[in-house]
């Protein structure tokens, strides 16, 4: 651990820590890099650099969470940090305090400071942080659904939805929809319930999701019990079954749980061999591949007693019901607690005991009615929120109607004048906007001829004097060359061949007829091996024979193209290396040309083809019919795409 010597005032201890806390990763011992957080903490406050502050706070909180037993750390560490908050500029870290702080509360089951702690966090985020917004609505949501608070849950994971409906955040789209399914099934609002789920398995489905699949019909399988709707129960329960039970890659865990729940389906059937076969395959997956998982205990216990119950077995099975009873406390879990008093009634009748029987009977029946009620009074929350919602909404429908009629009246003595004169102008800006678009096609049309015209003439005047060199110019310098040499004058022979290779780099450039004799892909090859044995450019290429797909003029121009686009590159790019790429499907040739020179701004010259050298370029492609795409970047190389159309 790095020394903070004695004589470094805060604020230099401060600037070290500053440097070091963002370099830590997962690599370094958690506690080293908790003390360091700690002291970070401890210099910020000191120097009152509070937006520090605030974020290795939240940093820390993080690293808090990663392991159980820090809760109380965790809370401590945030409520610290909320002494300062006000100090704090950045809003994202503001809010990320009042939510990592109300995380935890909720950690501690606080639900009601949690939910306070939520709200703030909710009031501090800006519009920019719509994601964090989204976040606190959903996890505030939760906590009033354990807190019992059915209308403000709901609310809240409406919200949530909506945001991140927007954020297209489909992943907690679909964790809010199964929140609200849960939130329904609670409070016995089975309807609601089930048409998310079926709406939620079936994008599972199709998003290939078995797991969650299995887990949302599970839990629509549970609802139908409590409907008592067996058949429906147990048609859902063996469909999820036959899905998962041989496939590998799912929970075990889910596996296990949905054999017990058909084998607790079969015991109240009375069918024990199938609550047998179930249950024994459930135990398989528990002892071979969950080894003794808490989740799955609770469970467990009450498909054992349900078993040695239909095997007659009543003193074990009242021992270890009363094991599951004080499991089913413990974890304050109410439908397995009433359940374990239900079966407890039941076993103790068979023992003999009524005594207990009806002690059991009697809790059974007082959680039942004490959960009824507090049901029953959310669902009519529920449902009057839900009328008083229609009742509003169709008080404002008659009220609109009635304005709506006052307003029509006077709208139907002005509509036809509207309407005619609409009509009137309607005709005129046709008229004016058919004449400007056909003045605008014959100037564009002309403009297109007269730079086709232009390129023509151009090839045709290069010809003739690239020939006139060849044949003139060109034959003169070899009958003097051939003087030179009977002479035996070698440097005066040097010279003259120089000039002749210059001669006919020149005649080449001018006019390539190597197009007559090689084609334009055997041209174009040529082209680039001139290139690359001439410059210091290395060039590489792959070219698709596209003879065929051309006429004479056609192949004239692609070669053109390849030939200015390297001039631009040899002239401007200052480039090590190029790229050429032509290939050729479906009557359509594609020709990009790479190079990794300086590049340029080309939002600068988009408009300004004619600074770069491009508009002829430009001219050529559109003469072929084709289009041309630019893509550059300063500093990192341009690329030129040309698409032709035969």
């Known amino acids: 651990m790095i020394v903070l010597e004695k004589e470094q005032n805060p604020q230099e201890k401060f600037q070290i820590l500053n440097k070091l806390i963002p370099l830590f990763d997962r690599k370094y011992d958690r506690q080293l890099v908790i003390s360091y957080y700690k002291l970070g903490i401890y210099f910020a406050e000191q120097t009152e650099n509070f937006m520090e502050l605030g974020k290795w706070s939240n940093e820390l ?74 976040d606190a609505l959903f996890f505030r949501a939760q906590a009033r659904d354990y807190k019992g608070e059915l209308i403000g849950a709901m609310t809240d994971y409406q919200k949530a939805r909506l945001y991140y409906e927007n954020l297209h955040d489909s992943d907690y789209v679909e964790f809010v929809n199964n929140g609200m399914a849960v939130l329904y099934s609670k409070y016995n609002i089975f309807e609601e319930a089930e048409k998310i789920r079926l709406d939620l398995a079936k994008s599972y489905l199709q998003q290939d999701k078995t797991y969650e699949w299995a887990v949302t019909m599970y839990n629509q399988s549970r609802d139908y019990l409590k409907q008592n709707k067996l058949e429906e129960h147990s048609i859902t329960l063996t469909k999820v079954f036959d899905k998962i039970n041989n496939d590998p890659t799912i929970d075990p865990e889910i596996r296990a749980i949905i054999g017990l729940s058909l084998s607790n389906f079969f015991s ?54 009363r094991e599951y009873r004080e499991m089913a406390v413990s974890a304050a879990n109410m439908d397995q607690i009433i359940d374990a008093y239900l079966i407890e009634s039941r076993i103790s009748e068979k023992r003999g005991d009524y005594k207990n029987a009806f002690m059991a009977l009697s809790k059974y029946q007082n959680f039942k009615d004490s959960i009824f009620q507090s049901n029953q009074a959310n669902t009519f929350s529920y449902y009057q929120t839900l009328y008083e919602t229609e009742k509003k909404e169709r008080d404002l429908l008659l009220k609109t109607q009635e304005i709506s009629d006052i307003n029509e009246k006077n709208r139907t003595k002005t509509r036809y004048i509207i309407t005619i004169s609409i009509f009137i102008m309607t005709i005129m800006l046709l008229w004016f906007l058919i004449k400007n678009l056909r003045d605008a096609n014959k100037a564009k049309k002309l403009q297109e001829k007269f730079s086709q015209d232009l390129l023509l003439s151009q090839e045709i005047e290069r010809k003739r004097i690239s020939k006139d060199l060849h044949d003139g110019l060109g034959q003169s310098l070899l009958l003097i060359k051939n003087k030179v040499v009977l002479n035996r004058d070698t440097a005066t022979s040097e010279l003259l061949n120089h000039a002749i290779e210059e001669l006919r780099g020149i005649s080449r450039s001018l006019h390539p007829f190597q197009l007559e004799e090689l084609g334009v892909t055997g041209a174009i090859q040529n082209l680039l091996d001139q290139i690359d044995s001439e410059t210091d450019i290395f060039v590489s290429s792959e070219l698709d024979d596209i003879d065929d797909l051309l006429d004479k003029d056609q192949q004239l121009h692609v070669y053109r193209i390849v030939q200015e686009s390297f001039n631009n590159i040899i002239k401007h790019a200052q480039s090590s290396a190029v790229k050429v790429s032509m290939f050729k499907s479906n009557r359509k040739i594609s020709l990009s040309i790479q190079d990794n020179g300086i590049g340029f701004d080309f939002s600068e010259k988009f408009n300004d083809f004619k600074s770069l050298g491009l508009k002829t370029l430009k001219e050529r492609t559109a003469t072929l019919g084709g289009t041309m795409k630019v893509e550059s970047e300063l500093n990192k190389g341009t690329t030129f795409t040309f698409l032709i159309f035969t």
């Open 61 to 134: 909180f993080e690293i808090y969470r990663l392991e159980s037993g820090n809760e109380e750390e965790a809370l401590v560490l945030m409520l610290k940090a909320k002494k300062h908050v006000d100090k704090i500029n950045d809003t994202r870290i503001k809010g990320n305090v009042f939510l990592k702080l109300a995380a935890a509360y909720y950690d501690k089951t606080d639900f009601s400071e949690a939910i306070e702690q939520y709200s703030n966090a909710e009031q501090e985020f800006s519009e920019n942080d719509s994601i964090f917004i989204a």
């Open 268 to 321: 109240q059937k009375e069918d024990f061999k199938m609550q047998n076969k179930y249950f024994l395959e459930a135990k398989s997956i528990i002892e071979e591949e969950l080894q003794g998982s808490s989740f799955i205990k609770l469970p467990y216990l009450k498909s054992r007693v349900l078993i040695l119950e239909s095997q007659k077995e009543i003193d074990q099975a009242s021992q270890l019901i």
